[in-house]
């Protein structure tokens, strides 16, 4: 079902990016809030679980078919990717458990630039000196979010504790939890972009979203883990993270590179940690310091500058819509 791309949109593709822009930085908030009561794990399987519960009458009604069809290697590949995705989730939202909200959001938002460096070995891409460039920003810009956590900026020096302290530092634990949850992000980005060109977004997310929420219910018994026992309002968090990050805000992406090149869709997204930033400022009375700014700035300008490398043909896009 390829769309036509001469129809024009009832919506203006720019302000629906901003409205995904919105959607997906509410994630971290929600989370925060969820955090109250239940474990990271719980959150994450939650989330995943009704995004599925909620794609499944249209995936097994509109794409039965299509899903019957699918090669043993195409399933196994989809199945591993929702793996990744599971993995993902685990450790980006465990870091809100130890890092500040902007941290995890910054370094998380790293996933293109793991894309970069994993690429000449799984999809045969050499990186060119734009990414080159910006992996080179994106580093130095993440490793001033990790010290802004634990030093200090005292008499124009910085001053930070010592190396056995600094490496126990709670907050050091959770920048390393986003910094993985980007790198699995990574992983399912490159899975997907393989299996893109001969499955339907539809297909794919359902059988990647279903695979995580089944790894991540698994992780959540093998720790001894309830989904059940919360307040009323830690399960509408929950309802939330699905519909609003998850499935609005990822899904008006997806409608919008039908109509806007995938460069400039994927510049956009850059925008979600700023976005969380601020949410976190107003919900949450988290005041980002100078280092963090300037190091959070650094990221985003790595990306945007890696962002001008292209795909090269024949390889499919990692998200699109032209065969919902």
């Not at 302000?15 to 925060?32: E, H, N, P, W, Y």
């Not at 500040?100 to 050499?126: M, Q, R």
Request: aromatic share 8%; net charge positive.
């Amino acid at each position: 079902m390829n769309k036509n791309k001469s129809d024009r949109p009832v919506v203006p593709p720019l302000a629906a990016i901003g409205v995904g822009i919105l959607a997906v930085s509410t994630a971290s908030i929600f989370i925060r809030y969820a955090q109250t009561e239940a474990p990271s794990i719980v959150i994450a399987a939650w989330r995943l679980t009704i995004a599925t519960l909620v794609m499944a009458p249209f995936a097994l009604t509109s794409r039965r078919a299509e899903l019957k069809a699918l090669k043993r290697s195409e399933l196994g590949l989809a199945l591993l990717s929702g793996v990744f995705l599971a993995i993902h989730f685990a450790t980006w939202i465990s870091s809100l458990e130890y890092t500040s909200v902007a941290s995890s959001a910054v370094l998380v938002s790293t996933t293109p630039l793991f894309v970069a460096l994993l690429s000449p070995l799984f999809l045969k891409e050499v990186p060119t000196r734009w990414v080159a460039l910006g992996l080179a920003m994106a580093l130095i810009g993440g490793t001033i979010v990790a010290l802004s956590d634990t030093c200090t900026w005292q008499n124009l020096r910085l001053a930070c504790p010592n190396l056995a302290e600094f490496s126990g530092a709670k907050t050091s634990l959770g920048n390393l939890l986003a910094l993985a949850g980007a790198a699995t992000g990574a992983c399912y980005v490159m899975l997907g972009r393989r299996l893109r060109a001969k499955m339907s977004l539809l297909s794919y997310i359902f059988v990647v979203y279903g695979m995580a929420a089944v790894a991540l219910v698994s992780f959540m018994f093998a720790r001894g883990q309830s989904p059940l026992g919360f307040s009323p309002s830690i399960y509408l968090w929950f309802v939330l993270l699905a519909l609003v990050p998850q499935l609005i805000g990822h899904t008006t992406f997806n409608w919008a590179l039908g109509f806007l090149s995938a460069a400039f869709v994927s510049i956009t997204l850059l925008g979600e940690p700023i976005g969380t930033t601020i949410l976190a400022y107003i919900f949450l009375q988290e005041v980002p310091g100078g280092l963090k700014i300037v190091g959070a700035a650094l990221i985003l300008a790595g990306l945007v500058v890696a962002s001008k490398t292209e795909t090269k043909p024949g390889l499919p896009l990692p998200i699109d819509i032209q065969d919902v």
